[in-house]
């Protein structure tokens, strides 16, 4: 399969801090996402970023492809930031497709 | 409509017992996904249905059985199982399963084996 390394492990934030998650992977790619699953459980999808940059309110990510990394950032943190940050890529390969591998997330806590 | 909805939230089964975990969307997508996720880990791929055919099974023990009634549903029907497939089983569903698509999860199903 491909390799996916995701750093920090863990990160504690202030409310109102910014932060960078980042995202390495070993193989081309032509499908990358990042998820939050929050303490109940539920992964939400971000960004469906294959390439480029993107921005959503506080949440923005960019991935260089050709460097097979993807980086998250979070500006402006809140509480309900806090749970795991997944990255999930799928390799550019035939018999992959359909197959997201995901990193081992990192473990955002942001304190009041 | 963005949402895949997942049933029951929580199950507790014993190792003789046979139940079925449920997954619903309504968003016109053709493939649908299940996961199984351990504490603390991300979660692993275990069956893709595309266009209601089975097109991945990552070598998954037969205790666990996946059905497509239609491109709407989803079903894992478990029997048998032990107490380490105690885990969150996430449904996901995507446009058509053949590759660069976004994924939407449902909120999961804990499952305790006992």
């Known amino acids: 399969g491909i390799q996916v390394e995701q750093s920090p492990p863990d990160l504690i934030l202030q409310e109102g801090a910014n932060s960078t998650l980042r995202c390495n992977f070993s193989d081309s790619v032509n499908n990358l996402q990042w998820f939050h699953q929050n303490p109940w459980g539920q992964l939400i999808n971000l960004f469906y970023i294959p390439s480029g940059t993107k921005q959503n309110g506080r949440l923005s990510a960019t991935t260089v492809a050709t460097e097979r990394y993807s980086l998250l950032y979070i500006s402006s943190s809140q509480t309900t930031d806090s749970g795991v940050y997944f990255c999930a890529v799928e390799r550019h390969r035939g018999s992959t497709l359909g197959r997201l591998y995901f990193g081992r997330g990192t473990q955002l806590t942001v304190w009041p | 409509d963005t949402e895949v909805t997942q049933t029951p939230k929580h199950l507790v089964m014993g190792m003789t017992n046979k139940k079925s975990l449920k997954c619903e969307q309504h968003m016109g997508h053709r493939a649908m996904y299940w996961y199984k996720q351990k504490a603390k880990k991300p979660p692993e791929l275990m069956f893709v249905?595309?266009?209601?055919?089975?097109?991945i099974n990552e070598s998954v023990p037969s205790r666990f059985s996946p059905e497509c009634p239609n491109s709407s549903l989803l079903n894992l029907h478990l029997h048998a199982l032990q107490p380490e497939d105690s885990a969150l089983y996430l449904c996901?569903?995507?446009?058509?399963?053949?590759?660069?698509?976004?994924?939407?999860f449902g909120s999961g199903t804990q499952l305790s084996v006992l």
């Open positions: 996901a569903s995507s446009k058509a399963g053949t590759g660069r698509e976004k994924l939407f």
């Open positions: 249905y595309s266009y209601e055919k089975l097109s």
